[in-house]
């Protein structure tokens, strides 16, 4: 079946016309590396900042499906915790966006395709949501399968956001492993609800695609906040199809090594550059790329180019890409034993962290508690010797591993509670992008501005569903009002950029005339 009767967009006669977006600076670039280094041959790191910009009122339009477990065991208070979210999700879409609806038991059904917000399918969408019944089996293969075919028959689809947003209570017991199956390059964020669901299942899904995260929501009360939290980035995508490509300069570098998650990347051996995949970027999101140079020995002090960057994006459907930048740094004829920027051992602080909880839950999964209890313990040790540790970022990383160290007292309390947190965290810093690890309230790593206001929104609108909630384009309204430059701020501080780039290529070009 195709599923390509997708509601065309219809203005509404009170909206009036929509800014042309500004496509330069949405993303702003920092370079973070020593500026000295000796003459011989040495190795260098350099920590890329990728910041988006701020949200603005030309943001693109989201293509969302939901795609909902009703299988036999959400009924109950499970089901009526899906539909307070649903309809908490409902009301903060706009007339820009469209949502469809698909939900999954023994087979999947899509109660509608993807229609656009508007007060009148505002209402029909609640009432599809507050009709919801749970029975049997859980097929998240066909609930899968079915929203993504939502979204790859749309006959509307240019610059537009899209994402799935997936949630099981369950083990899969029918149609095959979804693990297995091919999401392309839709974001799917998937969330285990309850304490018997399967997060290894959920989290392949997540990580088979360009930046999707899987939540572990084991308390049934958070799914609202849970669900608005992917709701706050997906309406605040300020640039799609990012892009960074280092490349080394030839004679002076070799790209040894770029961590940047699991985040796809490509190499260009002839070239000597390797480009990273970041799919969808949010407003304020941050990525960090440390890369790892090894500098050529050379004979004489001087200035040397040694890594040459350029990113690409696109909004609106209209491609951007930034002029290339370079990192220059002095030649000395001394050998210097530098400290390492402290931003960059952060960084490794956090990679070093994420890596342990990594190994920590392959111990406990081969039943190996002990094990992970002392890698856990290690990595706790190895915090209190960060140069940083007022760092909010090391706070949030000693938190972490204390919940996780709590989750493994028992093998018992791990199956149920302690591997999906595990894997919630690995998922969260492999994309560099907030996931809900059981409590939505206490971790908040990677969480951005919006969200934190979803969060609070999420939980009045849980005390009282028939309270007012605002919608995302009042979000926007307020934003702007307490910042009225911030949408032109990132245009502004690119072209100053471009500007000091190009008399700094142009005094390189004197210097070596002289």
């Not at 609640?126 to 609930?143: P, R, S, V």
């Not at 030839?250 to 799919?279: C, H, L, N, R």
């Not at 990132?490 to 700094?504: D, K, M």
């Given at each position: 079946?195709?599923?390509?009767d997708?509601?065309?967009?219809?203005?509404?006669?009170?909206?009036?016309?929509?800014?042309t977006p500004?496509?330069?600076?949405?993303?702003?670039?920092?370079?973070?590396n020593?500026?000295?280094?000796?003459?011989?041959?040495?190795?260098?790191?350099?920590?890329?900042?990728?910041?988006g910009?701020?949200?603005?009122?030309?943001?693109?339009?989201?293509?969302?499906?939901?795609?909902?477990?009703?299988?036999?065991?959400?009924e109950?208070?499970k089901?009526?915790?899906?539909?307070?979210?649903?309809?908490?999700?409902?009301?903060?879409?706009?007339?820009?966006?469209?949502l469809?609806?698909?939900t999954?038991?023994g087979d999947?059904?899509r109660?509608?395709?993807?229609?656009q917000?508007?007060?009148?399918?505002?209402?029909?969408l609640?009432?599809?949501i507050n009709?919801?019944?749970?029975?049997?089996?859980?097929?998240?293969?066909?609930?899968l399968?079915?929203?993504?075919?939502?979204?790859?028959?749309?006959?509307l689809?240019?610059?537009?956001?899209?994402?799935?947003?997936?949630?099981?209570?369950g083990?899969?017991?029918?149609?095959?492993?979804a693990a297995?199956?091919?999401?392309?390059?839709?974001?799917?964020h998937?969330?285990?609800?309850?304490i018997?669901?399967?997060?290894r299942?959920?989290?392949?899904?997540?990580?088979?695609?360009?930046?999707?995260?899987f939540?572990d929501?084991?308390?049934?009360?958070?799914?609202?906040k849970?669900f608005?939290?992917?709701l706050?980035?997906?309406?605040t995508v300020?640039?799609?199809d990012?892009?960074?490509?280092?490349t080394?300069?030839e004679d002076?570098?070799?790209?040894?090594?770029?961590?940047?998650?699991?985040?796809?990347?490509?190499?260009d051996?002839?070239?000597g550059?390797?480009?990273?995949?970041?799919?969808d970027?949010?407003?304020?999101e941050?990525?960090?790329?440390?890369?790892?140079?090894?500098?050529?020995?050379?004979d004489?002090?001087?200035?040397?180019?040694v890594l040459?960057?350029?990113?690409?994006?696109?909004?609106g459907?209209?491609?951007?890409?930034?002029?290339?930048?370079?990192i220059?740094?002095?030649?000395?004829?001394t050998?210097?034993?530098?400290?390492?920027?402290?931003?960059?051992?952060?960084?490794?602080?956090?990679?070093r962290?994420?890596?342990?909880?990594?190994?920590a839950?392959?111990?406990?999964?081969?039943?190996?508690?002990?094990?992970?209890r002392?890698?856990?313990?290690?990595?706790?040790?190895?915090?209190?010797?960060?140069?940083?540790?007022?760092?909010?970022?090391?706070?949030?990383?000693?938190?972490?591993?204390q919940?996780?160290?709590?989750?493994?007292?028992s093998?018992?309390?791990?199956?149920?509670?302690?591997?999906?947190?595990?894997?919630?965290?690995?998922?969260?810093?492999?994309?560099?992008?907030?996931a809900?690890?059981?409590?939505?309230?206490s971790?908040?790593?990677?969480?951005?501005?919006?969200?934190?206001?979803?969060?609070e929104?999420?939980?009045?609108?849980?005390?009282d569903?028939?309270?007012?909630?605002?919608?995302?384009?009042?979000?926007?309204?307020?934003?702007?009002?307490?910042?009225?430059?911030?949408?032109?701020?990132?245009?502004?501080?690119?072209?100053?950029?471009a500007?000091?780039?190009?008399l700094?290529?142009?005094?390189?070009i004197?210097?070596?005339?002289?």
């Amino acid at each position: 079946m195709t599923f390509n009767d997708d509601e065309m967009l219809v203005s509404p006669t009170d909206s009036g016309s929509r800014p042309t977006p500004i496509v330069p600076g949405r993303v702003q670039l920092i370079s973070i590396n020593n500026n000295t280094v000796p003459l011989e041959e040495t190795k260098l790191k350099v920590m890329l900042e990728l910041t988006g910009g701020d949200s603005s009122n030309d943001r693109p339009g989201l293509d969302l499906v939901a795609v909902l477990d009703v299988s036999g065991s959400m009924e109950g208070e499970k089901i009526s915790k899906v539909k307070t979210a649903m309809l908490f999700m409902i009301k903060k879409l706009s007339s820009i966006d469209r949502l469809s609806i698909v939900t999954f038991s023994g087979d999947a059904r899509r109660l509608c395709p993807l229609r656009q917000i508007s007060e009148t399918s505002q209402r029909e969408l609640e009432n599809l949501i507050n009709g919801l019944k749970a029975e049997g089996a859980t097929n998240i293969t066909a609930g899968l399968k079915t929203g993504l075919n939502v979204l790859n028959d749309r006959r509307l689809s240019g610059g537009r956001v899209v994402g799935i947003m997936l949630m099981s209570d369950g083990e899969q017991n029918a149609g095959g492993d979804a693990a297995q199956v091919p999401v392309g390059n839709v974001p799917v964020h998937t969330f285990g609800f309850g304490i018997n669901h399967e997060p290894r299942v959920l989290k392949a899904i997540a990580q088979n695609s360009v930046g999707g995260t899987f939540s572990d929501v084991q308390n049934t009360d958070n799914l609202s906040k849970a669900f608005s939290q992917c709701l706050a980035g997906l309406l605040t995508v300020v640039v799609q199809d990012l892009k960074l490509t280092v490349t080394r300069i030839e004679d002076e570098s070799t790209i040894e090594q770029v961590s940047a998650g699991s985040y796809p990347q490509s190499k260009d051996d002839d070239a000597g550059s390797i480009t990273i995949m970041f799919g969808d970027l949010y407003s304020k999101e941050v990525r960090k790329v440390i890369v790892d140079l090894l500098l050529l020995a050379v004979d004489k002090e001087r200035g040397a180019d040694v890594l040459e960057i350029t990113y690409s994006y696109s909004t609106g459907g209209k491609l951007f890409e930034a002029p290339p930048a370079t990192i220059t740094v002095s030649r000395t004829g001394t050998s210097l034993d530098q400290e390492e920027r402290p931003e960059v051992l952060t960084e490794e602080t956090r990679l070093r962290t994420a890596r342990m909880i990594k190994e920590a839950r392959v111990m406990a999964d081969d039943s190996k508690l002990d094990d992970a209890r002392d890698k856990l313990v290690e990595a706790q040790n190895s915090l209190e010797d960060v140069v940083d540790e007022s760092n909010p970022l090391v706070e949030m990383l000693r938190s972490e591993l204390q919940q996780l160290l709590k989750l493994m007292k028992s093998q018992e309390i791990y199956e149920k509670q302690g591997r999906p947190f595990a894997l919630s965290s690995e998922t969260s810093h492999d994309r560099q992008r907030f996931a809900s690890r059981g409590d939505v309230e206490s971790l908040r790593l990677f969480a951005t501005p919006r969200m934190d206001k979803y969060l609070e929104q999420a939980k009045s609108f849980d005390e009282d569903p028939s309270k007012p909630l605002p919608s995302v384009d009042e979000d926007v309204k307020e934003e702007i009002a307490a910042n009225p430059l911030a949408p032109i701020v990132g245009p502004l501080t690119f072209y100053i950029q471009a500007a000091i780039q190009s008399l700094q290529a142009i005094e390189k070009i004197i210097s070596r005339g002289l």
